[in-house]
């Protein structure tokens, strides 16, 4: 939080802004002026030593958008030099996907981006980058825009990716998702039992692999709920919507989605130690 400050050290930290953006902008004095719609004289008294007074508000809002940064940062009213909109348009996105959360390009970017972070990430689905070909096949045959032959190979590729990176990735999802996949219902009916007995020897495997860098929790949908979202360590927060990605990248709101995904982690009815022993189970449970 900004403290408050007198007339006279918010009118030096005033010239201080304003010298410090009219060298970032390239400049000159008169240009400024000239923008500004002042004479030269009038910088040249707001930028002197010995000046204690802050301009009138139309000066200094016209000095803001010559120079492109916000007014409230020139007079110390914030430490974000960004324009209001500017700043909503950095810190909020929304990017057109294809139908995985996981496999689409835009996602392993981020992911990329976010090297030696936890990443949090509640799937739509089952987490893509741990099916199998099989799986990714049956899944994604219908779909006319991706390819069933590029999925799988997206997925073996994040899959190593998985393998390598020094981020730790935590995934959460509901009980009944593997449970309906289990049973072939709902979203998997239809799913042959091969096809599901090998995809949940294929994700034991992994998880043997990769634990503890990996951890999958399982939670109850019936007490808590989550939407698909993944969370890139300290620096987005993106929630996916079937169509779009809606991106956030201002720090209070990747901190309210990660608590969130530390509740589901709390709330969890399937602890990351569980996680082999249900599997097991599920896949006797498979007819």
């Known amino acids: 939080m900004l403290q408050e400050i007198d007339k006279r050290a918010r009118a030096t930290l005033f010239q201080e802004r304003l010298v410090a953006a009219l060298t970032a902008s390239g400049l000159s004095r008169a240009a400024l002026a000239r923008a500004v719609q002042v004479d030269r004289s009038t910088i040249t008294q707001i930028l002197a030593d010995d000046s204690a007074r802050v301009p009138g508000g139309h000066v200094v809002a016209a000095c803001a958008l010559a120079l492109d940064v916000s007014a409230d940062w020139l007079l110390g009213l914030t430490d974000r030099p960004e324009q209001a909109g ?14 995985a959360t996981t496999l689409d390009d835009q996602i392993f970017e981020w992911q990329r981006e976010a090297e030696g972070y936890k990443i949090r990430h509640v799937p739509a689905t089952l987490p893509d980058v741990l099916k199998t070909a099989a799986m990714l096949q049956w899944e994604y045959a219908p779909i006319t825009h991706k390819r069933p032959a590029a999925a799988i190979d997206a997925a073996a590729e994040r899959l190593d990716w998985l ?11 509901p009980v009944h998702e593997l ?50 979202v ?25 901190r309210a989605i990660t608590r969130h995904f530390d509740g589901l982690v709390r709330e969890a009815t399937v602890s990351a130690r569980e996680i082999p022993d249900t599997l097991a189970r599920l896949k006797r449970a498979v007819q």
Request: hydrophobic share 45%.
């Open 179 to 228: 449970e309906s996949f289990a049973r072939a219902e709902g979203y998997y009916a239809g799913l042959d039992a091969a096809i599901r007995i090998e995809q949940l020897d294929w994700m034991a495997e992994i998880y043997d692999r990769l634990y503890p860098g990996l951890r999958l929790f399982l939670f109850d949908a019936r007490a808590v709920f989550s939407a698909p």
């Open 230 to 254: 993944t969370v890139f360590g300290p620096k987005m927060a993106v929630l996916y919507m079937g169509q779009h990605y809606l991106a956030f990248r201002d720090r209070d709101r990747v």
């Open 163 to 173: 393998r390598l990176t020094e981020s730790d990735y935590e995934m959460a999802l």
């Open 86 to 99: 500017k700043l909503l348009a950095s810190s909020l996105s929304i990017s057109e996907t294809g139908r």
